[in-house]
């Protein structure tokens, strides 16, 4: 695979989520040129390691690991279901070298646009990361095959450093196995309070969804707006809104996911229940 360089086209048509980091790009442009304004530009990279809460489009490193950890069932998604996805990691500790380097000789790199990320030596596939994990956790687990691509995905993408190595002479110290192992470490460490968080979690509007096409006898009138805000006011009552804690019923719903009681199996007049958890 190449390894994707600043100067990299952006013409044609991206995805919102990376048409929304471009919008930013310009906006800083923009502004610093209208105000007179220093800034740097960095285009990070899958960042990895310790107290990073892992999901499946954010954060895929920490995700996979903990999953084997807590033998969670994971899924290969999209490009055949084979896992040939590949990515680069770069450590936490790296990016804030680079960081600290900027900040301190900010004039020297303000107004360019800088690739951050682990490069070609620091990039793997998924399924040689589900072999890396299962050495480091000693647990293999069930990775089911979804070989529909999910919009806007990409099988590869490399991030080319060689323009921030030239200018700072910075380069990745740590490697993608000291990663694991650090974040591998974080997670043992802490396994009593990240045991509590579950690896598959749906949004909220996700579950709304399921509920309004299952019973929509149950929540006649009530507007799918009106149920999302009202499941986040209860939030705003929790001590502790993000972890295991269930949300407070709202006309008479409980959202609390059960897999005692999957919503496949939820008949009318049940219960529904929702844990609220890190996305």
């Known amino acids: 695979f190449k390894a994707v360089a600043e100067n990299f086209p952006l ?24 105000f007179n ?16 809460f892992g999901k499946v489009d954010q954060g895929v490193l920490t995700l996979w690991l903990a999953a084997h950890y807590f033998n969670k069932e994971l899924a290969y998604i999209g490009f055949g279901g084979r896992g040939k996805q590949v990515r680069d990691f770069l450590h936490i500790q790296d990016l804030f070298e680079i960081l600290d380097i900027q ?15 682990g490069g070609i030596k620091n990039s793997t596939s998924l399924v040689n990361l589900t072999k890396i994990c299962q050495k480091i956790t000693g647990n293999k687990i069930k990775i089911k095959s979804i070989k529909k691509n999910r919009p806007n995905d990409v099988i590869s993408y490399i991030t080319d450093i060689s323009k921030i190595k030239k200018q700072a002479h910075w380069s990745p110290q740590i490697s993608l196995e000291k990663t694991i192992e650090d974040t591998y470490n974080w997670i043992k460490e802490n396994e009593s309070v990240l045991k509590n968080i579950r690896i598959n979690r749906r949004k909220i509007s996700e579950v709304v969804y399921d509920f309004y096409r299952t019973y929509p006898e149950k929540i006649e009138g009530i507007s799918e707006a009106t149920l999302i805000s009202g499941i986040f006011k209860a939030l705003d009552k929790l001590e502790y809104k993000r972890f295991n804690i269930p949300i407070k019923y709202y006309n008479d ?7 005692s009681m999957p919503f496949s199996k939820m008949g009318p007049g049940k219960k529904i229940e929702y844990f609220l958890l890190p996305y």
Do not use: M
């Open 103 to 117: 900040i301190n000789h900010f004039y020297q790199y303000s107004g360019e646009i800088y690739n951050i990320g």
């Open 11 to 34: 013409g044609r048509v991206r995805s919102l989520y990376g048409t929304t980091k471009l919008a930013a790009e310009l906006i800083i442009q923009e502004y610093a040129d209208s």
């Open 253 to 259: 719903i409980f959202f609390v996911e059960s897999s």
């Open 37 to 52: 304004l220093q800034a740097i530009i960095n285009r990070c990279g899958c960042l990895a390691g310790p107290w990073q």
